[in-house]
């Protein structure tokens, strides 16, 4: 078999637990739904195991286990912290990682209820993200343009998912970033991937943020295009006051990164639909209520 043929089971993630990690190989192991670049599974209570699936995966893991001991101290949302790191061996021939399991339900099964507790906790969040990151840290091979540097991935999603009475408001809102001034500070910190399945709901509020693999250094408006992907409507513009730092050029960009990122959205959503590789139909009515709210704003 080669390694994207091996089937993980629980009795593989037993088997290696055993091996590598004894200690850990008493608790109850059960799979998690979802997952893009891993496959995840509880472990215990407050653990997960996180295997690749991709070949991109492990480098993706790797850069989270170098930098979120780093970043997690000063988040004030729970964030995943990599505990043990599982070396290849014959049973498995990629790395993989035990992480702490953040708690709540992912927003792409359900819903905010408390929005205003959500913008404000959404802006602590990235304020607290967004600082100037080191020279050493990672940048970003498809994400983190300038949105005119983008427009070939927008133009791909606008004519496969965008409704024709909304193509030329749609249209309007992408020209209008595409023509915002670059952004002028250093690179900061930004996630990089703040969609519905990456950040998790309890009590009608957001509880946690997951999935660091796409974190780099550069443009903040990736991660403000939260404002409109994440938050119910009408939430945005407490957002931005809460946040406080986004220039008007910056919110343009957001806005037309929302609008990509909505777009993204429906197109898994639509694949998840037709039984597609990949496709995702719990993406795509987040993406259409997305799309909504950056239309509206």
Known sequence: MTDDEIEITADLIYDLLQ???PDLAGLAIREVAG???????RLGDGLAVRMPRTEGAPALQRKECRWLPVLAPRLPLPVPNPVRIGAPSARFPKPWTVMTWVPGEPLDYTSISRGDHAADTLAGFVRALHVEAPADA?????RGEHPRKCTAGFDRFFHAVVPDDLADDVRAVW?????????AGPPLW???????ANVVVA???LSGVIDFGSLF?????????????????????????MYAHADKATIRRARGLAAQQSLFLMLMGQNGDRGLPGGKPTWGPAGRAALERVLRS
Request: aromatic share 12%; hydrophobic share 45%; charged share 20%.
């Open 203 to 205: 009590d009608g509020t």
């Open 138 to 142: 990672p940048v970003s091979e498809d």
């Open 217 to 241: 250094a550069g443009d903040p408006a990736w991660d403000l295009a939260a404002a409109w992907v994440l938050l119910p409507a009408g939430a945005a513009a407490r957002f931005f006051d």
């Open 19 to 21: 091996e590598q990690h």
């Open 190 to 196: 930004v996630h990089g991937d703040l969609h519905p």
């Open 175 to 183: 020209d209008d970033a595409v023509a915002a001034p670059e952004w």
């Open 35 to 41: 997952g893009w670049d891993n496959q995840m599974w």
